[in-house]
């Protein structure tokens, strides 16, 4: 499991973006949203860029934390 932080989230509708975005990568599988944690965890069925994966969550309103 890959475990990344997001900031920006504040509803059940932002979960449900990012879960779309994430979603939407090739290689990428089982994604689960934590809203009070900010973060996302997902499993990689192949190695995916994590400039992709940035791209999308950016595409969808919020930032991916170092």
Do not use: W, Y
């Amino acid at each position: 499991m890959t475990t990344i932080k997001i900031r920006g989230m504040s509803c059940q509708h932002c979960v449900m973006a990012v879960t779309k975005a994430l979603g939407s990568v090739e290689g990428i599988k089982d994604v689960r949203v934590d809203l009070a944690a900010g973060e996302a965890t997902f499993t990689e069925e192949k190695p995916v860029d994590r400039n992709l994966v940035r791209e999308r969550i950016a595409k969808a309103g919020f930032d991916v934390v170092d």
